[in-house]
């Protein structure tokens, strides 16, 4: 499965999420990819990597309870989520009006190439 930052790839993101939940094997491990190193140091701040360990440790049943547990506005944290949702990063499960988001992945491993060859690009693997 290949995320990349353009939408064309979101409904293999969620194919591929539905995958691993029901515990089926995937081809490849999960990569999201992005344009620029801007656009992944813009993506995964240091709050958004405190906000993805948070969820990954601490299992919160709720949004709510997500923005308790890091200390930070609901209103904010539900944003956050939502972006991180729709770039197939964390996924949300559902319980009557309660979303409990999901950190679906061990380990993040971050590719960064140099070579001039490989052009400006830069990749995460979850």
């Known amino acids: ?5 353009s939408s064309e790839f979101h409904d293999d993101v969620t194919d591929g999420i539905k995958t691993l939940e029901r515990g089926d094997a995937v081809d490849s ?8 190193y801007d656009e992944l140091m813009e993506t995964l701040t240091p709050r958004v990597l405190d906000l993805i360990e948070a969820i ?11 923005a308790r ?10 944003e956050e989520l ?3 949702a ?9 319980d009557g009006q309660s979303k409990r988001p999901v950190v ?7 590719n960064l ?12 693997a979850p």
């Open 56 to 66: 990954r440790r601490e299992e919160p049943s709720s949004i709510n309870e997500t």
């Open 29 to 36: 491990p999960p990569t999201l990819s992005f344009t620029s």
């Open 82 to 84: 939502s972006r991180l």
């Open 104 to 110: 679906w992945f061990d380990e993040l491993v971050i």
């Open 1 to 5: 499965m290949t995320v990349k930052s």
């Open 86 to 94: 729709h770039l197939g990063i964390i996924f949300f499960e559902e």
């Open 113 to 124: 190439p140099f070579d001039p060859e490989a052009g400006d690009t830069a990749a995460a």
């Open 69 to 78: 547990v890091i200390d930070r506005d609901v209103k904010n944290v539900h």
